[in-house]
Nanobody
Framework: QVQLVESGGGLVQPGGSLRLSCAAS?????????MAWYRQAPGKQRELVAD???????NYADSVKGRFTISRDNAKNTVYLQMNSLQPEDTAVYYC?????????WGQGTQVTVSS
């Protein structure tokens, strides 16, 4: 069974940085997937943050352009999200999943809290 495990979240001050990781197991097709990072803040719907295609083309939500960078390592079945210049409005639970076709089972996410 496919499993997604997110990690790397934590508490950071405004202006700080974090690097999130998402490891996929149970699939041999990871390299073919367009993978994405999503986030869900309290009381809000889950939103797409960034995605990366099989050929490593990337897209970003306007709110994170220039601050976040998505990348992938297909040898490790892992997708990353480097987050710089974090702001309080970036506070949310961050999840990874496919961004096309049927979603994989959602992981538990990783909490990112930006606060002074």
């Amino acid at each position: 069974q496919v499993q997604l495990v997110e990690s790397g979240g934590g508490l950071v001050q405004p202006g700080g940085s974090l690097r999130l990781s998402c490891a996929a197991s149970g699939t041999i097709f990871f390299r073919l997937y367009t993978m994405a990072w999503y986030r869900q803040a309290p009381g809000k719907q889950r939103e797409l943050v960034a995605d990366i295609s099989a050929d490593s083309s990337t897209n970003y939500a306007d709110s994170v352009k220039g601050r976040f960078t998505i990348s992938r390592d297909n040898a490790k079945n892992t997708v990353y999200l480097q987050m710089n210049s974090l702001q309080p409005e970036d506070t949310a639970v961050y999840y990874c999943n496919k961004n096309s076709g049927t979603n994989l089972p959602w992981g538990q996410g990783t909490q990112v809290t930006v606060s002074s």
